[in-house]
């Protein structure tokens, strides 16, 4: 499955974005899948996660979504802060178990989008 990050840009503190994760070559319901995100000379480091049976999840400010419909998943970011400023990537990974996924890394990646949070 192919994975197209799209929705990063530069956002004031405070603000909001939604990213998005498109797939083509695959179902994407049929996989757990992830953000993460990586800053410059650092790791990259996982943000949240949805099983294949779930409509959203929530962490507090981010929620992780999905539409069937149109083979997409989505990232919504409110309150964002400077620190939140990375380069994001979705993920699809075939075991269901998120711990698996953060253990093992996902079996695929999507290239990254860029967010910018400015103070």
């Known amino acids: 499955v192919q994975l197209q990050a799209s929705g990063g840009g530069l956002v004031q503190a405070g603000g909001s974005l939604r990213l998005s994760c498109a797939a083509s070559?695959?179902?994407?319901?049929?996989?757990?899948v992830g953000w993460f995100r990586q800053a410059p000379g650092k790791e990259r480091e996982f943000v949240i996660a949805?099983?294949?049976s779930a409509t959203d999840s929530t962490n507090g400010r981010f929620t992780i979504s999905r539409d069937n419909a149109k083979n997409t998943v989505y990232l919504q970011m409110n309150s964002l802060k400077p620190e939140d400023t990375d380069d994001y990537y979705c993920?699809?990974?075939?075991?269901?178990?998120?711990?698996?996924?953060?253990?093992?890394?996902?079996?695929?990646w999507g290239k990254g989008t860029l967010v910018t949070v400015s103070s």
């Open positions: 949805i099983n294949r």
């Open positions: 993920a699809a990974h075939s075991n269901p178990k998120i711990a698996t996924m953060q253990r093992n890394g996902p079996d695929y």
């Open positions: 070559g695959g179902t994407l319901r049929r996989y757990l």
